[in-house]
């Protein structure tokens, strides 16, 4: 049973690069979900998927940050000229359309920005 | 405003002993989700256990039971039989409204299993 994976797991850029994260949801989870986690702190809602519809996006989700899912199976969260504000881990998830909707977490991106 | 917190930054057991980590929570809407997530030190966000606004009954899932108290707004989450393994940071979370789908999360308790 494969969970869901992120690539990579960690990045170092420097101020003003963008970058690129990958996220490979549950394969018959349809629902899937971007946040973002600083340290000492729990995870911040970012954007949400259903299928390839982008159906709520945070505040926090500038114009600097995309993210995609074009074909409803895996997603990516592109970051424009990036400053040290964003190092954090940005986490994906993925859920069912069903009661309860646990959402099953990858492993994380971590971030550093220089 | 639908808000989260967790009052102990962090907690001590010693093995084999059960262990509380208080949630409580804030919402008005009627309908909400309330999850509680293991996350070790590798970093990935391990879901644990689930309790439904209109559940009767306090759910469990092996060691893990969750004492939810509706009145009190709280949901804690009852460790029995603690094991080293289970030293990590624990989150709570509540979903709020049918269709929103975002979790907000507290901040966290710290717990340390002691041989």
């Known amino acids: 049973d494969t969970g869901v994976s992120q690539d990579p797991r960690h990045k170092i850029t420097k101020r003003g690069q963008n970058v690129t994260f990958r996220c490979d949801p549950i394969s018959e989870h349809n629902r899937l979900y971007w946040y973002r986690q600083t340290l000492g702190q729990g995870p911040e809602f970012l954007t949400y998927?259903?299928?390839?519809?982008?159906?709520?996006k945070s505040r926090l989700l500038s114009d600097r940050f995309s993210a995609e899912r074009p074909k409803g199976s895996f997603s990516t969260l592109e970051i424009q000229r990036t400053e040290q504000g964003d190092s954090a881990m940005y986490l994906c998830?993925?859920?069912?359309?069903?009661?309860?909707?646990?959402?099953?977490f990858g492993p994380g991106t971590r971030l550093t920005v220089l | 405003a639908q808000k989260i917190t967790q009052t102990q930054p962090g907690m001590f057991v010693q093995e084999k002993e059960a262990v509380t980590l208080d949630c409580t929570y804030d919402t008005s809407d009627p309908s909400y989700g309330l999850f509680w997530y293991k996350q070790p030190s590798s970093g990935e966000m391990i879901f644990l256990i689930y309790?439904?606004?209109?559940?009767?009954q306090n759910a469990t899932e092996g060691r893990y039971s969750l004492n939810f108290q509706k009145a009190r707004k709280s949901a804690n989450l009852v460790i029995s039989a603690s094991q080293l393994g289970d030293s990590a940071m624990y989150f709570c979370a509540m979903r709020a409204r049918e269709g929103y789908n975002k979790l907000i999360f507290g901040a966290g308790t710290r717990l340390a299993v002691h041989p």
């Open positions: 309790q439904g606004s209109y559940d009767q």
């Open positions: 998927f259903q299928n390839e519809a982008q159906l709520e």
């Open positions: 998830a993925s859920s069912r359309n069903r009661e309860g909707n646990e959402q099953f």
